[in-house]
């Protein structure tokens, strides 16, 4: 299955006013600036995107619209929605709105026949928000599903985590023109940078590097991915799910994200701003081990 990349626009100019510009303001006047009294600067772009499943609606999350065609199949991935690319027979997309005046998008995944028939027996509608990633769950079965535990990964040096710190804000492209936007990027087994991804939303960035994993057919076996926010439980499970080896942050963990990095393999790294790395869980094989 091949498509393009969808992605709309990623940040717009805004323009505000100065608080100290309003003091000067009589109460007859109120809050409203002059024209020339103005700035302006970039915000990024957030907007609704609802998720179908063969039209059957499934998620509402709220999205940077870029890089949208990796989202979704990353997210059903993560999701166990689906478990190869080719699980997914289209992908439709269409642009709408919602009162008030509120651009928005709409994708809907065809599945295959038997990939559609194991989705039906397990239907439930979620709600996704920027900040939030198990919202519509409706039981702790649910929450903590059972996943199977991750393959011994190859050990990472401390030099090449150090090195890590500065360079994700060499591929931050939207970060740098906005802030306020997570990355993850994408980070070989040998300790190269692959590509970077974007979004308001720290699930959804990480869904996007799965869903390129995914189109790219990529294992994530001995591949890390970097990422700008703390790691909670969430992005736990959905590298688990996918595989992926390794989880660095920027950001220290959750008390549950630790436990669950331990129980089920996956390394979890720490990188303070000023002290050494910190690993929290580990799944390194014993030197001179190689994969089978």
Known sequence: MQHSPISFISHRCQKFGRCDALQDKTAQQGIQLEQEQL???ELVEEMPLAISINDISYAVMMVTPVNLEAFVIGFARSEGIIEHINDIRDI???LTQTP???????????LSPRRFAQFKKR???????TGC?????ESLTQAIPILPKLQPSQAIKEANLIALKPRLGEYQILG??????HAALLISPEGEPIL???DIGRHNALDKVIGYALQQNINLHNYSVLMSSRCSTELIQKAVRVGLSRLIHLASPSTLAVKL??????????????DAPRLFASSAKPEGTDDE
Not at 176 to 181: E, I, L, P, R, S
């Open 39 to 41: 700035e302006a600067t």
């Open 92 to 94: 439709a997309v269409q």
């Open 100 to 110: 008030p005046d509120i651009d928005c998008i709409t994708i809907n995944l065809e």
């Open 123 to 129: 239907r439930q509608t979620h709600l996704g928000a």
């Open 133 to 137: 990633g198990l919202c519509g769950i």
């Open 176 to 181: 740098n023109k906005t802030g306020a936007v």
């Open 196 to 198: 970077c991804m974007e």
């Open 261 to 274: 990095a331990q129980h089920y393999g996956l390394t979890l790294i720490h990188l303070p701003k000023q």
